[in-house]
């Protein structure tokens, strides 16, 4: 019977490793196919079967940031002078006309695109995650009459999809001036993103035991010292937590940056796809633009890969 068993689990183990093999591999076959098609000429992009092997070129990222956008408003000279430094190569949208030794370049929309990706993501998860967690600290804490009702309406946020939400958004935006502006993008991603802060946040909260608290406002520390010096080392793991996936989610939005932008505060999101255009489309530039967008989600998380393994543990030896 033991034998039977053995062989069981075995037979188990073995179709569990296939399924997380094929399941890696679905979910892998899609950033390996961007990747290749970034490095590789235009004439193998799309070829069939897929060219595995191939020299690889830096060429399409050159023409990601030398090809003419479809935007092609020159700036005023005073409009060039009073522009962000990262806009003053591609300015609303349009190019600026470089001469160098080699000719006149032409700068596309992309660097202005990514910038402004990076301004309005990191922004709004630092305001949401720092937020989020005072916020969870006082629900965690502190007896807050309505506490449920009131964490509630704060998931509630949550549960409508941002494109119901956005033409409304569109014409509250018009009247106070804040479409197509950074601050317009980021308030709406801090308000979707702090509820979810909130809750997880509220959550590595509840597992920091309050004597660690109770023994610093002993020791003479003010209830500001003691979260600052005992509470937030304690709950680091699930701030870098909070940040990751509140990072992610800005990085990736989509509904309301094309729908709220235009051209200086469009992110990149939707500025990739618009390049595909109604003619045939060059696949290695719009592979090299996603390939650089990734990049940074990757770099973030991988920094803080360790605070991850510890926070999906968090709690679970305290207990």
């Known amino acids: 019977m033991a034998a039977v068993t053995t062989s069981t689990e075995r037979s188990l183990n073995k179709l569990a490793i296939v399924g997380v093999l094929i399941v890696t591999v679905i979910f892998l ?42 935007l092609r408003t020159a700036p ?17 949208g349009g190019e600026k006309v470089v001469r160098s030794g080699r000719g006149e370049v032409q700068w596309s929309g992309y660097p202005s695109r990514f910038m402004n990706s990076l301004i309005v993501a990191i922004t709004s998860t630092v305001l949401a995650v720092g937020m989020g967690t005072f916020t969870a600290y006082g629900f965690s804490r502190f007896k807050v009459k309505g506490e449920a009702d009131l964490l509630f309406f704060i998931l509630s946020t949550r549960m409508l999809p ?25 308030i709406l991603y801090t308000a979707f993103n702090l509820s979810f802060s909130v ?24 209830r500001m010292e003691a979260f600052f010096k005992i509470v937030l080392p304690e709950a680091a793991t699930g701030i870098a937590a909070t940040a990751v996936f509140c990072f992610i989610t800005a990085w990736n939005e989509y509904a309301f940056a ?13 500025f990739i796809p618009s390049q595909v255009g109604s003619g045939l489309p060059d696949w290695t ?33 305290r207990k």
């Open 29 to 70: 076959a899609p950033i390996y196919w961007i990747a290749s098609t970034a490095f590789k000429p235009r004439n193998l992009a799309t070829t069939i079967p897929p060219t595995v092997m191939f020299q690889p070129e830096i060429s399409p990222f050159v023409k990601l940031f030398t090809k003419r956008s479809q």
């Open 199 to 222: 809750w997880l946040m509220k959550g590595f909260m509840d597992e920091i035991p309050k004597e660690y608290e109770e023994a610093a406002l002993v020791d003479g520390y003010t």
């Open 258 to 270: 094309l729908i709220m932008t235009n051209r200086r505060a469009q992110t990149a999101p939707p």
């Open 76 to 92: 005023t000279p005073e409009q060039y002078a009073a522009a962000p430094w990262w806009e003053r190569l591609v300015f609303d």
């Open 162 to 186: 941002p494109v119901v939400v956005a033409i409304p958004m569109f014409l509250m935006y018009r009247v106070v001036g804040l479409n197509d502006t950074h601050w317009g993008l980021i």
């Open 285 to 317: 530039v719009i592979a090299a633009g996603t390939f650089l967008f990734l990049l940074p989600v990757a770099i973030f998380t991988f920094l803080l890969r360790n605070h991850l393994l510890r926070g999906m543990s968090f709690g679970a030896i």
